[in-house]
């Protein structure tokens, strides 16, 4: 072998070491492509392809209709890491859909569905715009039985960032046991039921390490914006984090549209800088642990603002516990400011937020409600018009499998209530609650009612 051979022969070697590593190919969608033209790039585009949509409408209101929970799209990507990558002016439309007895989109097109049951592959969507579906992007892969509706894990990675959706008839995204990391960056979105879903709600989830980042997105909707689902078993992974940041969302009515952030079960979630308007409950979490942080969000014209809930019944219980809420600003608030609500709702710091409420005359309406245990509400700031400030409170969760619940070892440290207008008094204490500490900001001299026993009042005179 001469030299000029073995050189040639050792490059092959090394070339074969390093897994003989394509470049990635751009794949280009032009005006004038049917989709079934453009499902045929997908299919023979290799891992780590770019699919470019270059100006122009796509139409792809010939595929099929189908419920939202189906493990269809108009076009499907299967088994491969892409991304799929508009150009300005590029825009893709599906067709209206059925319509069913709740008034959102029962069946329909969804626009792109992936399909990784593997979990080891990651789809990108950027610049994209859609509009006129009943499901924007779907990565919820299942049994398809809707009588025993089972997800199962699907993908690595998921990122959909600067996309347009709009006249979207029941969700725009929604993401199901991805096994590594979801980023929901900087999208518009303009939906008639829900923005974002991520749904993690298996006992058996076990992801990577990896992130739920959904920060700076625009959302206008009739049900919900964003909805985080893990299971009450298990919780949200030691090994995740969970980010909800900086995103702008609109409900319709402050009675009727139903969340405008929900969270259930988890822990590590940071939810900060979000602003919400119009929505019945602005930031709802149903089961938080440690770790868990509420700042620095601009809350306004809600029914409820920021819902903290612990729920113990015959179906189970999930716990909240140990979650941070602190420096963010309510203002026209209908019915309550702050709940801490549940049997298992103790030990959390609700601190040096400010709440203006907007409730009228209505008796049992305030500013920081609580019914659970050990939870301290220090430094923050009631006014408005509301029935009272704050309620020490008791609930009969009975109707819902529970038990009646009453407020015990609160402690209310140096809270503002000298803008209040106090038609009741501005701290009630229910009959029921017991041997809590409330102390006011002494200055003040605010009113309270006490109906419960070994209650410990001090810089508070009587109503």
């Given at each position: 072998?001469?030299r000029?051979?073995g ?14 590593v ?13 989709r ?13 392809d ?8 796509y139409?792809f ?19 491969k ?7 300005p ?29 593997a ?21 919820c ?5 809707p009588?025993n ?48 879903v ?23 909707h ?5 909805y ?5 078993s ?8 969970l980010?909800?940041d900086?995103?702008?969302i609109?409900?319709q ?19 900060r ?16 642990l440690a770790?868990t942080?509420?700042e ?14 612990g ?5 189970g219980?999930f716990?909240?516990s140990q ?12 019915e ?16 040096e937020?400010r ?9 049992y ?10 939870n ?5 700031e ?9 309620i020490?409170s ?9 038990s009646l ?13 000298s ?6 008094g501005h701290?009630?204490?229910v ?33």
């Amino acid at each position: 072998m001469n030299r000029v051979s073995g050189m040639l022969w050792i490059l092959l070697v090394v070339f074969l070491a390093a897994g003989s590593v394509l470049p990635a190919k751009t794949w280009n969608v032009r005006s004038g492509m049917t989709r079934a033209d453009i499902q045929q790039i997908v299919d023979r585009a290799d891992d780590h392809d770019r699919i470019q949509f270059h100006r122009g409408e796509y139409d792809f209101s010939d595929a099929p209709f189908a419920l939202p929970t189906e493990d269809t799209g108009a076009i499907i990507i299967r088994d491969k890491s892409l991304t799929l990558r508009g150009l300005p002016g590029a825009v893709i439309i599906g067709a209206p859909s059925e319509v069913g007895p709740d008034g959102y989109g029962s069946r329909g097109i969804t626009a792109f569905f992936v399909n990784n049951p593997a979990g080891d592959k990651s789809v990108t969507f950027e610049n994209l715009e859609l509009r006129s579906f009943l499901v924007g992007i779907l990565t919820c892969h299942s049994n398809q039985e809707p009588a025993n509706y089972i997800v199962y894990a699907n993908l690595d990675n998921l990122t959909v960032s600067r996309c347009t959706f709009s006249d979207i008839h029941r969700t725009v995204i929604s993401t199901c046991m991805v096994q590594g990391s979801v980023f929901l960056n900087d999208n518009i979105i303009d939906c008639l039921r829900l923005g974002i879903v991520v749904k993690n709600d298996s006992a058996d989830f076990d992801p990577r390490e990896g992130v739920v980042q959904i920060k700076g997105n625009r959302i206008v909707h009739h049900r919900g914006g964003i909805y985080v689902l893990y299971h009450r078993s298990s919780y949200q992974p030691q090994n995740t984090l969970l980010e909800i940041d900086g995103n702008d969302i609109d409900g319709q009515s402050s009675f009727a549209s139903g969340f405008g952030i929900y969270l259930a079960c988890c822990r590590r979630a940071l939810v900060r800088a979000n602003t919400v308007r119009l929505t019945n409950t602005a930031i709802d979490l149903h089961g938080a642990l440690a770790g868990t942080i509420v700042e620095r969000n601009t809350l306004q014209n809600c029914y409820w603002g920021i819902h903290l809930y612990g729920f113990k019944g015959i179906g189970g219980q999930f716990e909240t516990s140990q979650v941070l809420v602190a420096n963010n600003e309510l203002t026209g608030m209908t019915e309550y400011g702050i709940v801490a609500g549940g049997e298992v709702c103790f030990d959390n710091r609700i601190m040096e937020n400010r709440i203006v409420m907007a409730s009228g005359n209505r008796y049992y309406a305030g500013g920081l409600v609580t019914e659970g245990h050990g939870n301290l509400f220090s430094a923050n700031e009631v006014s408005g018009v509301a029935g009272h400030a704050c309620i020490i409170s008791t609930f009969d969760y009975h109707d819902y499998g529970g038990s009646l619940v009453s407020a015990y070892d609160e402690t209310f440290l140096d809270n503002r209530v000298s803008g209040l207008a106090a038609l009741q008094g501005h701290y009630l204490l229910v009959s029921g609650t017991h041997d809590n500490r409330v102390m006011g900001w002494c200055p003040e001299q605010a009113t309270y009612i006490d109906y419960g026993v070994g209650n410990l009042l001090a810089c508070l005179v009587p109503y």
